[in-house]
Nanobody, 125 residues
């Protein structure tokens, strides 16, 4: 059974930091683009960041550039999201996802095949 399991969420004050982890099991994802999405209450799920299969290319949505860093360790089948200078507007459930083959660098939810259950990040002001 293929699973993605996020961890590392929690409650943090504005300006603080968290590191999210996404551990994969059931198959390797070293050949897949991996991404983080987030969903705030009452809002649609939005793309946050992605990383190529090798880790050599990353991309971030404008609102997190310079504050968040996505990375991966293919030996551990794990993807990370380091979040610094957190803001209240970063509050959301964060999901990791594995890209579908053949969808290139499309950054919409339908371009991703496997999803974790999400981890809550709450930033207080």
């Amino acid at each position: 059974q293929v699973q993605l399991e996020e961890s590392g969420g929690g409650l943090v004050q504005a300006g603080g930091s968290l590191r999210l982890s996404c551990a994969a099991s059931g198959r390797t994802f070293s050949d897949r683009r991996m991404a983080w999405f987030r969903q705030a209450p009452g809002k649609e799920r939005e793309f946050v960041a992605d990383i190529s299969w090798s880790g050599g290319a990353t991309y971030y949505t404008d609102s997190v550039k310079g504050r968040f860093t996505i990375s991966r360790d293919n030996a551990l089948n794990t993807v990370y999201l380091r979040m610094n200078s957190l803001k209240p507007e970063d509050t959301a459930v964060y999901y990791c996802a594995a890209g579908k083959m053949g969808y290139g660098t499309m950054r919409r939810a339908y371009a991703f095949e496997y999803w974790g259950q999400g981890t809550q990040v709450t930033v207080s002001s």
